[in-house]
């Protein structure tokens, strides 16, 4: 166990909002009352080392998790029982591959705790692209086999990011159904809860100028009140299903470009969805340096730009696929982190804007929770 | 032989700087025994030095006696009763 804090102790009460900022140089957790006026900031929290995910098993005995990354010494799955004032990290590697299998863990990923498959249970997405599960709080790990062993593996390509699992999406009823999301390697939907594995690509188009286009999503969400809809980013295009992946139809007609890395979905109301669009694949900017959200409220027949409080000009940051996330107050807070360290906030549903903080390192990725 | 501790893993030495590996002086060892010799008695160390396949991790460095064990063969660099082992984070950088 060690403390990495920069003092700062939290006590959070039930309904209190926490966000988990997870950067290039270590990681932030940042508190508030409901009014998300005045946030406390904790951290950094392993410092030096690259935070590429966080999660919060929220129940009676909250712990945050953390996907921590050392370029010396490894990568592995962290936790805090104590709202970051001391950090236990496994004596072993707690995610590994099988001796012989030639795959060594990278960086994790993905991190999802709370799901339909109950408190204890924790997914976690790896580099090289792999599910593993957890079963007692995200302190030891098994390999999904399945999704290891794909016949598609051969075909499944690292993008800048490495090859990741990035995206693992449970289904709020029939938990034994889950989506795994591989950049680049493509969509995966297991109906017996991850026994078997089967890409959901119908009508994601080949791009000319993006060989393998198809197989590299970037980010994607379910829709707050159907989960059989979802919503992609994908490499380039922006889709929808409603009908559980087995189809997508894009959604990206009225939006500045179909490149961009997240996707996020208001929590409550069903067909509201917001996205950052950057220039293009190889421009990863906002167009005219004023970056902007983008929202729709019809399930993506139309967007509209939101942007009051963020940079009119000279705003070329880029927001990685994690770095963008809802919190579940009302009205909703939106949040996201960028590449350039800023952080920003907005407690009315994106309507506007304000920087949160404005000098941490290269933000990789956001999660809220409302403590329970 | 003796192993000298970097200070990002003496926390799973207690502390130690040094850590002595007993060697029979007719027999020798290879850096990959030394390593797993020194894991069994601190455990956290074998997994932030190797990775899961059993290879030095890349931004790690050995130095046998004062010399790069990746020019000696790797892990497979032989280490003698009276020998110095280090284990260094690799000077790397530039990206970030």
């Known amino acids: 166990m060690s403390a990495h804090a920069n003092g700062v102790k939290f006590s959070p009460a039930a309904g209190d909002l926490l966000l988990m900022v997870g950067t290039a140089k270590g990681a932030f957790l940042l508190l508030s009352d409901s009014r998300r006026a005045d946030f406390k900031v904790s951290g950094p ?12 098993v929220n129940d009676n005995n909250p712990r945050i998790l953390a996907g921590n990354k050392s370029n010396h010494w490894g990568a592995m ?14 004596t072993e590697g707690n995610i590994k591959f099988p001796r012989g299998s030639g795959a060594a863990l990278n ?14 249970v924790v997914l976690a997405g790896v580099d090289p692209a792999a599910m593993f599960r957890s079963d007692d709080r995200g302190e030891t790990f098994r390999l999904n086999e399945a999704l290891f062993n794909h016949p598609d593996r ?7 990011g490495g090859l990741c699992l990035h995206t693992l999406l449970v289904h709020p009823r029939e938990p034994q159904r889950m989506y795994a999301a591989i950049s680049s390697g493509g969509i995966y939907r297991s109906d017996d809860g991850g026994d078997s594995w089967n890409p959901c690509v119908n009508g994601l188009r080949v791009h000319p100028d993006v060989p393998g286009a198809t197989l590299c999503p970037h980010k994607m969400r379910f829709d707050a009140e159907n989960p059989s809809r979802m919503y992609l980013q994908n490499h380039p295009g922006v889709y929808r299903t409603d009908n559980d992946a087995r189809s997508w139809v894009t959604i990206e007609n009225g939006l500045p470009s179909d490149f961009g890395f997240p996707m996020v979905a ?17 421009f990863r900017v906002p167009r005219d340096g004023a970056p902007r959200v983008w929202r729709s409220r019809d399930a993506g027949a139309t967007w509209q730009a939101l942007g009051r409080g963020l940079p009119d000009r000279a705003g070329f940051f880029t927001v990685l696929r994690d770095a963008f996330c809802a919190d579940t107050l009302e009205p909703v807070g939106l949040y996201f982190g960028t590449r350039g360290g ?10 506007s804007w304000r920087a949160l903080a404005e000098f941490l390192p290269p933000v990789l990725c956001v999660k809220s929770a409302l403590v329970a | 032989m003796r192993v000298h501790i970097p200070g990002a893993l003496r926390r799973w030495t207690d502390g130690r700087d040094v850590v002595e590996v007993a060697l029979a002086p007719e027999k020798g060892a290879s850096a990959a025994e030394i390593i797993e010799a020194l894991a069994r008695a601190h455990p956290g160390i074998r997994d932030r030095v190797l990775d899961e396949q059993g290879e030095l991790r890349r931004h790690v460095n050995i ?8 020019q000696l063969g790797g892990l497979d660099a032989r280490v003698g009763a009276g020998s110095e082992m280090w284990i260094h984070p690799a000077l790397s950088g530039g990206a970030r």
Do not use: C, M
Not at chain 1, 77 to 90: I, L, M, Y
Not at chain 1, 342 to 351: K, V
């Open chain 1, 342 to 351: 800023q952080l920003y906030g907005s407690n009315d549903e994106g309507e």
């Open chain 1, 45 to 56: 929290h392993f410092p030096g080392q690259s935070v590429w995910s966080l999660a919060l």
């Open chain 1, 154 to 160: 051969p075909k499944w390509n690292p993008g800048f």
């Open chain 1, 77 to 90: 799955v962290s936790w805090s029982d104590d709202f970051g004032a001391t950090w236990n990290e496994p």
């Open chain 2, 63 to 70: 130095f046998i006696d004062g010399e790069n064990a990746r």
């Open chain 1, 107 to 120: 960086a994790v990923w993905a991190l999802e705790a709370s799901t339909a498959l109950g408190a204890d």
């Open chain 1, 266 to 282: 208001h929590p409550r109301r069903g067909g509201t969805i917001y996205n950052f669009p950057l220039v293009s694949d190889e």
